[in-house]
């Protein structure tokens, strides 16, 4: 990473926790420059606008995100404990960073607005790993999608669905933790999951 790449970096970074406790349309780009310990001069020779910079923070965190989910789909064992650890890992990289902000609402929305294109490729890329898991997981014969008529795409649909519901019904203080538990001990029991050790 170059001296400019660490400076945005740097800048992102600091960005998060400011958008978090003011929301997007009360931060401005100087509460961005003080918590980067830079002047506005130099945030603006990196961004040229608050949007922009919220756009690049959002496309950094959904990349280095689904890094993670495909990794950790990408390794041998379980699959419902790998999409359970998935779901985990896009939610932690995703949700919570502005789902525990008193300004959740009003950032996600903004997040919509100004990266609709990233989120969407995202949660494309989420159906098509979770798809391909399942799909896997069935040729090896761990688990029986026949069991449930259902294509690995549909189940892989509903299990996004699910997180969707989830995370709206939970609150920021209230864990959803169990929730999952329950979604990943459902989905076990209806496909039969055996693993072969």
């Avoid at 790449?5 to 401005?28: N, S």
């Avoid at 506005?40 to 020779?45: G, P, V």
């Avoid at 449930?148 to 989830?166: H, K, N, W």
Wanted: glycine share 4%; no cysteine.
């Amino acid at each position: 990473m170059d001296n400019e790449d660490r400076k945005v970096a740097h800048i992102l970074d600091a960005a998060l926790p400011v958008f978090a406790r003011y929301g997007f349309q009360k931060t401005t780009m100087a509460d961005i420059a003080r918590a980067a310990g830079i002047s506005r001069a130099s945030l603006y020779l990196a961004f040229n606008s608050k949007e922009d910079l919220f756009r690049a923070g959002s496309a950094r965190a959904h990349e280095r995100t689904m890094a993670e989910v495909e990794a950790v789909l990408d390794r041998p064992g379980d699959v419902v404990d790998h999409i359970a650890a998935a779901i985990s890992v896009f939610q932690e990289g995703l949700i919570a960073p502005f789902s525990r902000s008193e300004n959740a609402k009003e950032l996600f929305d903004a997040n919509m607005e100004l990266s609709k294109d990233i989120t969407l490729a995202a949660r494309s890329k989420l159906l098509d790993l979770l798809a391909s898991a399942l799909a896997e997981a069935e040729a090896r014969g761990e688990i029986d999608l026949g069991a449930i008529e259902a294509r690995a795409a549909d189940l892989a649909a509903l299990i996004a669905a699910a997180m969707d519901g989830i995370k709206h019904h939970f609150g920021a203080d209230e864990p959803s933790d169990k929730a999952l538990d329950l979604l990943m001990r459902v989905l076990r029991s209806a496909l039969k999951t055996q693993i072969r050790r």
